[in-house]
């Protein structure tokens, strides 16, 4: 899961696994809009505005990501019954099977 911030750095990145045997899903996170302080309404005026004017949610939002996604729906599909989680402070992290 990306933010819009950093989902093309990396798809650059994936692209020398191209030819590799494994699969990498990726998929963006939500956004939403900035606001302003002194009024409290939104500072995107539409779905279009500047990027700027929208922030990523952060690791709460991977659940209703992957669902709006597609990639739920596609993992299911595939008869998938788990998925690993890691984030950026995690990455050394690994299952433990023996609580499964």
Do not use: C
């Not at 990501?65 to 599909?77: A, E, P």
């Amino acid at each position: 899961m990306d933010s819009f911030n950093t989902h093309d750095d990396t798809l650059e990145i994936l692209r020398k696994y191209a030819h590799s045997n494994i699969t990498i899903e990726t998929f963006n996170q939500s956004r939403y809009p900035r606001i302003y302080k002194d009024s409290l309404t939104p500072v995107p005026k539409t779905a279009k505005s500047p990027i700027k004017e929208w922030y990523p949610p952060g690791h709460g939002d991977l659940f209703q990501s992957l669902y709006n996604s597609g990639l739920l729906q596609k993992l299911i599909d595939q008869k998938k019954e788990y998925v690993f989680v890691s984030n950026i402070d995690n990455l050394a992290a690994t299952v433990d099977w023996g609580t499964f």
